[in-house]
């Protein structure tokens, strides 16, 4: 009678595009989660040697020491305008930016919204913490109401401030995009959701559907003078009643007129 | 033999302590006798009766890919 | 060879083509629309890429894409347009990516109006935007030139990785005149291992400018300073006219320096020895060759378009007993040659 063998598999692993160098970003900051979930997602779609990232400026801007692809980083707010420019000139190359809330909302609001307009294949990859977080944790276009920030010290007020931007349903009343969602990662099942939704957001550039865009709902316990687990049930409960998670946009077909 | 476990890189923990609220058998706790070389009091893994079932939820929810799960994987 | 009738926009767009370039990216703006207008038709024939930019901000970030990507790729606008590219082109600078701004001057500051001026040169010559750099700048003074210099632009920005600039105002782009011109090549593949193109079969590439480590900045300053040096030794350019027997010096660029040749003409009718000096490259300025000049000459006129810019530069470059003159007319006023001949005798 043979005994069956029995030896132990390792289930998680380290991303291969990941490079073996420790994240610098604050004890309980989702920006190791995400950078780990696109790490997967270009692992498992087996693009490392042809992507090349934009990164934003902010806290994300240190891609390039942690992911091992081509980057280039850009001035603020200005990623999709660089990534507008790489993917016209290798439109082969899988072309995503990496930018935060202030970034992206803010500064590079309008570059944001003409590259959705006009369709660009590139995928964005938007960090919405609800504040500047490298700076310092001033007001963004996406600080909750009432929210204090080191620049609303009295709360972020309609009158003056006005209502925090949904940048996801704004951008899927576009034609150009083709695949907008917004995830959380403050709880494993929100991870696990979330990198299924950033692998389907590089599998529509990979089949040239046109525009994705992924809003990733993230804590920011430093800023938020808060510690990691409350800062994670800050998200569930303050973050995503306003900014809701789901898929707000997906073409099924190349063709949109 | 235990069904699974997992392997914590306690010199990299930085104790945000969400796997710990993350794990479903409650298997993960902050370490109460050292701090490692970034200065934070690191989190262990304790599982004396051998009920980690390798979910993976404390691998996925760790921001700093401290965590690698291990499963039992059955060959003849 | 042909001789076409070319105005000095389309010049410079067919220039680019022939250089090479096959991506543009550009947003609309007095006088430089010919050059959009013509990309947005020639370029997707021939399998170049066109796009009109949200902005001009929109614009220079586009390129500073594209030419990481690799690509020899193009931008125009005036000076309001210029002014919002400043981050841009410093970003440019300080990534060490190729690429060329043109800059079909109006006259400002603000809104300013639609005039031809030169009110432009301190901002491109300074380098224009933040931190220590600066932008090889080609001012050219005919429509040939036009369609010469845009193409030197792409070879110098090739050669220094570091963005050009090629200056010229609203009369020489709107401007007919006869340009040689043969067919168009084939752009060459240019080698450039530094390039985003996907890191197959080599190491990652990274374009950047932020340099926090300890003494990292600093030395990435003199490595970018030591480029200038080499570019100001080895690729000034400037033409000398009526300069062997020459008594006095006018310098001039650009359209300018085409009424200051009708003056000359008309000084040594007059038996007035005057030569001209015309700065190509306004950056690197041909300082070395004015010095020397003025080691024997003792008087110099700047005739320029604005209230006084390129004279400054002028001033430190000449010989300690050199006595430095000025005739400047802003607000797209045209100085006439004889304006300028009664400054030759007024000083002579």
């Known amino acids: 009678m043979t005994v069956p063998e029995i030896t132990m598999e390792e289930v998680y692993s380290r991303p291969k595009v990941l490079k073996d160098v420790d994240f610098h970003f604050c004890p309980g900051c989702q920006h190791g989660t995400t950078h780990k979930l696109v790490a997967e997602a270009i692992d498992e779609s087996k693009i490392q040697d042809r992507t090349i990232g934009v990164a934003g400026v902010g806290c994300c801007v240190f891609l390039y020491n942690y992911l091992d692809i081509d980057v280039l980083e850009a001035p603020h707010g200005r990623a999709c305008a660089e990534a507008t420019g790489i993917k016209r000139v290798h439109p082969d190359k899988i072309v995503f930016t990496y930018q935060g809330d202030g970034d992206l909302a803010a500064i590079g609001m309008a570059e944001t919204v003409h590259t959705a307009n006009r369709g660009e294949n590139v995928t964005v990859i938007f960090v919405n913490n609800t504040l500047y977080g490298m700076t310092g944790g001033q007001m963004a276009p996406t600080t909750l109401l009432g929210q204090k920030t080191t620049t609303s010290p009295y709360g972020r007020n309609f009158k003056g401030d006005g209502y925090p931007i949904r940048m996801s349903e704004m951008l899927a009343t576009l034609e150009g995009s083709a695949f907008v969602a917004r995830v959380a990662c403050n709880t494993p099942a929100n991870v696990i959701k979330a990198k299924k939704v950033i692998k389907k957001a590089f599998k529509m550039q990979i089949e040239n559907m046109g525009f994705s865009f992924v809003e990733i709902l993230s804590a920011c316990p430093t800023n938020w003078k808060i510690d990691p687990v409350a800062a994670s049930r800050k998200v569930s409960e303050e973050m995503i009643p306003y900014f809701p998670l789901g898929i707000f946009k997906e073409r099924t077909t190349a063709d949109y007129l | 033999m235990p069904k699974a476990y997992i392997k914590i890189r306690q010199e990299k923990c930085k104790s945000c302590s969400l796997c710990i609220i993350s794990c479903p058998q409650n298997l993960i706790r902050m370490s109460i006798d050292h701090i490692n070389p970034l200065g934070y009091a690191p989190v262990e893994f304790v599982d004396p009766d051998g009920e980690c079932k390798g979910c993976k939820m404390c691998a996925e929810i760790c921001p700093d890919l401290c965590i690698l799960v291990y499963r039992e994987k059955k060959m003849k | ?348």
């Not at chain 3, 796009?51 to 000076?79: C, F, K």
């Not at chain 3, 809104?111 to 300074?126: F, M, R």
């Not at chain 3, 050669?159 to 043969?182: C, F, S, W």
């Open chain 3, 1 to 348: 060879m042909n001789r076409k009738m070319m105005k000095g926009n389309i010049a410079i767009a067919e220039g680019a083509i022939h250089a090479g370039c096959r991506h543009y990216f550009g947003y609309p703006i007095t006088p430089q629309n010919d050059i959009p207008e013509y990309l947005s038709a020639e370029l997707p024939k021939i399998g170049g890429v066109f796009v009109q930019a949200e902005s001009e901000i929109a614009s220079i970030n586009m390129i500073l894409g594209a030419s990481a990507a690799g690509a020899r790729s193009m931008t125009s606008s005036s000076g309001p347009g210029v002014s919002l590219m400043q981050e841009g082109i410093s970003y440019l600078a300080g990534s060490e990516v190729p690429a060329v701004i043109v800059d079909v001057s109006r006259t400002g500051p603000g809104l300013g109006g639609i005039a031809p001026t030169q009110g432009d040169y301190k901002q491109v010559t300074s380098g224009g935007g933040h931190g220590d750099y600066y932008t090889i700048t080609l001012a050219p003074s005919s429509v040939q030139e036009m369609f010469e210099l845009v193409q030197t632009a792409f070879d110098l920005a090739d050669k220094y990785r570091n963005p050009a600039i090629l200056l010229t105002d609203a009369i020489l782009g709107q401007m007919k005149e006869p340009v040689v011109i043969g067919p168009r090549p084939e752009p060459t593949v240019q080698e450039k291992p530094w390039a985003l193109t996907g890191n197959k079969g080599r190491s990652s590439n990274v374009v950047k400018s932020l340099f926090l480590g300890d003494g990292e900045m600093e030395i990435q300053n003199w490595k970018l300073a030591e480029k200038y040096e080499r570019l100001r030794a080895e690729d000034t350019m400037y033409e000398e006219m009526w300069m062997d027997d020459a008594e006095f010096i006018i310098v001039s660029f650009g359209s300018c320096s085409r009424m200051v040749q009708s003056a000359i003409r008309l000084a040594r009718e007059d038996g007035l020895k005057v030569g001209l000096i015309r700065p190509i490259t306004i950056y690197p300025f041909p300082e070395k060759i004015i010095k020397k000049r003025t080691d024997s000459i003792n008087k110099v006129l700047v005739v320029e378009m604005n209230t006084g810019q390129m004279v400054k530069d002028v001033k430190i470059s000449v010989s300690r007993n050199a006595d430095v003159f000025l005739y400047a007319r802003p607000g797209g006023a045209l100085p006439t040659p004889l304006e300028i001949l009664e400054q030759i005798k007024k000083y002579y």
